[in-house]
């Protein structure tokens, strides 16, 4: 069964930093892009950020230059670093893996965590 289980949330003031993670259980990691999303109360999950199964990146234009994604295929997670953390970053993070970027984001085609709450004050 795959699982993926998110840690790292939690409460930091405007321009603090938190270091999210997601660890995946599933046969051959290495094969799997994987994302970041996000939903903040009243809004619609997003895209965060994502990260191919052969490293390359991508990120939301409002996060560019304070997120960075990456993984670490041998521990079979993937991390989320958050930098100069905004008010308008609250939301529930969750991780998300597919067979390929074009399938991430998906509910039939892609694997979902449970979400982790980032809260920014200001």
């Known amino acids: 069964q795959v699982q993926l289980v998110e840690s790292g949330g939690g409460l930091v003031q405007f321009g603090g930093s938190l270091r999210l993670s997601c660890a995946v259980s599933?046969?051959?990691?290495?094969?799997?892009?994987m994302g970041w999303y996000r939903q903040a109360p009243g809004k619609q999950r997003e895209l965060v950020a994502l990260i191919t199964n052969g490293g390359a990146t991508n990120y939301a234009d409002s996060v560019k230059g304070r997120f960075t994604i990456s993984r670490d295929n041998a521990k079979k997670t993937v991390y989320l670093q958050m930098n100069s953390l905004k008010p308008e970053d609250t939301a529930v993070y969750y991780c998300?893996?597919?067979?390929?970027?074009?399938?991430?984001?998906?509910?039939?085609?892609?694997?979902w965590g449970q979400g982790t709450q980032v809260t920014v004050s200001s």
């Open positions: 998300n893996a597919a067979l390929s970027v074009g399938r991430l984001g998906t509910n039939e085609y892609a694997y």
């Open positions: 599933i046969s051959i990691f290495n094969n799997y892009a």
